[in-house]
């Protein structure tokens, strides 16, 4: 499921294409395969994206109100309820990454799966 938000949607594919190199250069190949299933939670879920309110409010810039909408809108559908604090510039970045992030991890697995 592609979702109809894109922005900085390639900053946070290349955030993730590094994480990856790195977890292959530290962890190998073999850690990389037995956790496929936790890649997301292991990128976008152990650690924060942006840090600082003045970061992820010049992060999201001109946007904010389609992330919060965004943010908002996914954890309704997902999760009956919106839990982000939507007050907080850092803790919506974040869980925009984190959505964003799910659809990066899943369309990598595709192209394992199409791969192998």
């Not at 001109?62 to 809108?73: Q, R």
Request: proline residues 1%; charged residues 30%; contains cysteine.
């Amino acid at each position: 499921m592609e979702s109809k938000m894109d922005y900085k949607r390639e900053e946070i594919t290349d955030h993730f294409d590094e994480w990856l190199e790195e977890s292959l250069k530290h962890k190998g190949y073999e850690w990389i395969k037995d956790n496929l299933d936790d890649l997301h939670h292991h990128c976008f879920n152990t650690d924060y994206y942006i840090i600082g309110t003045e970061r992820a409010i010049n992060w999201m810039g001109s946007y904010a109100f389609d992330i919060i909408n965004f943010v908002k809108e996914y954890e309704q559908d997902n999760f009956g309820e919106c839990t982000t604090d939507l007050t907080s510039p850092e803790k919506i970045v974040n869980m925009y990454v984190y959505i964003i992030g799910e659809e990066i991890v899943s369309n990598y697995r595709l192209e394992q799966d199409e791969a192998a």
